[in-house]
């Protein structure tokens, strides 16, 4: 077990306002100077922030956790050894707060005083006992900005409390439920709109009541929103009425933690995670510490279940069971409208064993799952590019793709929409930008989701800054080459802290570089299947699609791009579960005329394929006229 210990560098990235520091990998705030330019007119001082937030990935060497425990030791701080973190009194606050301090990046948080950072930051303190050091060690980001955006909004909700019988009522239909639990909604501070159409659920943190680090809404549509909008440091903790239990059911929504409260489950608290099934942050972790069993009971699609697996990875598989739910138990919410008996449903959950280990028994569910929802085990399907989806059928985890194209082929445009049309369905993606500049590519990306040139919209910039802004989109602070160790420890940390889905290398030739380590004489081809190898690896180990973009080798002019004209050697095609290239068509007197994608591998099905593309410079797109499959 290891942690990664920060290396220090302040990146400077125009499209980037930051709030924290010393960062390799950052989800992106967006300001107005993103368009300063001529071009569009607008001056540097109309500059509008869209949100103060930056989530760092801190990467490094590798620190063992026995190191962590040897310093604590011999500064006299007795230590707790849990599931997924260790556990000591506070050394910032003065209440009897825990300190809490993960095994795997060695972030550490406290909820009494809400100090977070790194490890690098508490081993600093540990040594000096300075105030100099204590300074540089400030209070969890996020919960500062929960806390405060709830203090503005309650001023503006009514308490469950306040509504009328008739009102009770109407919520109470609004909601698909024929009771809710008033009293436990009103002492755990839920408010709802003045026109009683969105609940407002505060939440919580074990040992500090005063403290709300953000809330979670069920809106009007039903959908639900957690805000902070990613890395919230709080749960909807619904409790056994003996106090805190040792088992606990997670599920994804509001609706779901209200239908679980309705049950009789003696010794089982119910706990809401802030974002859903599709991010687990490492500031909820010390929350479940306590608890010796945990339920994940998600939804009954592909999706759900690679979610449930990796979320287990980070709480130890070893407490983790699983609810393997069909159709009438898809989720908490449609079992008590089915009215299955739940309790028998939580006591049916099946263990989550060795990560390492399995049986024909959890095989043989997973491939009735299958059965079941064959449409969804295929992936995730493209909005922007259905003719995609009749020749790779989806976006599957664990897969590793290759793009190739020729130079000025359209390569970054088209991943960048690519990759946007699967961060709209909550696909978590990673960028590596080596070869241009994050504002660059940012500047596309938003274009693309405009579908508009943006300097002619200016008007309406704050808006789809706001939307874009929401995506779970980071970026690597990278550019040009970088050595090989350096950037896997980036998206292993990334795949850990931000479940991250899809990660994105743009482009391999780039970021092929030297490191102090390699010889200088070290073989170009031998270090880029080095690193197809590593991404190849990853990509099976973390179940996160990898796509690299890799430029080809010089071809005569007119022919056809092929798998064989990849840069380096064979093993990026014969690694690679699906390679695509994008051609050009010239006419007889060697004109341009046309361009389409060409589906070169497809390991999954065996489909191939081209898809006719046209570009839109309007909108920097293309999708948006994307025909069916040759």
């Not at 290396?7 to 967006?30: A, D, G, M, Q, Y």
């Not at 064959?374 to 009749?390: C, E, H, M, V, Y």
């Not at 081809?525 to 990898?546: E, K, M, S």
Request: with cysteine; aromatic share 8%.
């Amino acid at each position: 077990m290891f942690l990664y210990r920060t290396v220090c560098r302040r990146v400077t990235v125009p499209v980037l306002k930051k709030t924290t520091r010393n960062s390799r990998c950052s989800k992106i705030v967006l300001t107005r100077k993103l368009f300063n330019s001529s071009r569009c007119g607008c001056s540097a001082d109309s500059r509008t922030s869209i949100r103060d937030q930056e989530v760092p990935v801190n990467t490094s060497d590798f620190v063992s956790v026995s190191q962590v425990k040897q310093k604590l030791l011999k500064n006299n701080h007795v230590f707790e050894d849990g599931h997924c973190c260790l556990s000591v009194d506070c050394v910032f606050c003065k209440s009897q707060s825990k300190l809490f301090i993960n095994k795997i990046t060695g972030f550490f948080i406290c909820y009494g005083c809400s100090r977070a950072g790194s490890w690098q930051q508490l081993e600093h303190f540990l040594t000096n006992h300075s105030a100099a050091s204590e300074s540089q060690v400030e209070k969890e980001e996020g919960t500062e900005d929960g806390s405060a955006a709830w203090k503005k909004i309650s001023k503006h909700l009514r308490p469950v409390g306040d509504l009328s019988e008739g009102e009770r009522i109407s919520v109470t239909q609004k909601l698909d439920f024929k009771t809710l639990p008033w009293s436990l909604l009103e002492r755990k501070g839920v408010m709802l709109d003045d026109k009683n159409d969105e609940f407002y659920w505060p939440l919580a943190v074990p040992g500090n009541e005063t403290v709300v680090p953000g809330y979670k809404t069920i809106c009007s549509d039903l959908s639900e929103q957690c805000y902070p909008h990613s890395s919230a440091a709080g749960v909807v903790i619904l409790t056994s009425e003996e106090g805190r239990a040792k088992t606990a059911v997670l599920v994804p929504t509001l609706r779901d933690s209200l239908a679980l409260s309705l049950q009789d489950l003696k010794g089982i608290d119910v706990i809401c995670l802030p974002h859903g099934q599709f991010s687990l942050p490492q500031t909820v972790l010390p929350i479940l510490e306590e608890y010796e069993k945990l339920i994940l009971w998600f939804d009954d699609d592909v999706t759900s279940w690679n979610n449930a697996r990796l979320f287990a990875r980070k709480l130890a598989i070893e407490r983790c069971h699983l609810v393997r739910p069909i159709q009438e138990t898809k989720s908490a919410f449609v079992a008590y409208k089915n009215g299955i008996d739940i309790a028998e449903t939580l006591r049916n959950a099946q263990a989550m064993s060795h990560a390492s280990i399995i049986t024909f028994a959890q095989l043989r569910d997973d491939l009735l799952l299958e059965l079941y929802s064959s449409d969804q085990a295929t992936g995730i399907k493209w909005q922007r590019f259905p003719a995609l989806n009749s020749i790779l059928q989806g976006h599957r985890r664990g897969e590793l793709t290759i793009l190739t194209g020729p130079t000025g082929s359209g390569k970054t445009t088209f991943m960048s929409e690519y990759s946007l049309d699967l961060a709209m369905q909550k696909v978590t993606t990673l960028w590596g930008s080596f070869e241009i500049r994050n504002q660059r590519l940012v500047r596309t990306m938003l274009q693309q989701m405009a579908a508009a040139p943006l300097q002619d919209h200016r008007d309406q910039f704050d808006e789809w800054a706001d939307k874009f802004t929401l995506l779970p989109l980071y970026f690597m602070t990278f550019h040009g080459q970088q050595a090989l160790d350096v950037v896997m420890d980036t998206v292993k940390h990334a795949a850990y802290v931000h479940d991250v889905a899809h990660v994105i290398i743009d482009n391999v030739q780039f970021m092929l570089g030297l490191s102090s380590s390699e010889s200088g004489f070290l073989d170009r081809f031998y270090r880029q299947d080095a690193l197809i190898g590593a991404f190849r690896n990853f990509a099976t180990t973390y179940n996160c699609h990898v796509t690299l973009v890799i430029h080809p080798r010089k071809e005569r002019d007119g022919e056809s791009l092929t798998t064989s004209s990849i840069f380096g050697g064979a093993k990026a095609s014969q690694e690679a579960d699906n390679v695509l290239i994008i051609q050009h068509k010239f006419s007889h007197s060697g004109l341009k005329i046309k361009k389409y994608l060409q589906v070169a591998k497809n390991r999954f099905s065996g489909d191939l394929g081209i898809i006719p593309l046209e570009f839109d410079r309007e909108s920097l797109s293309f999708g948006a006229k994307n025909k069916e499959a040759s």
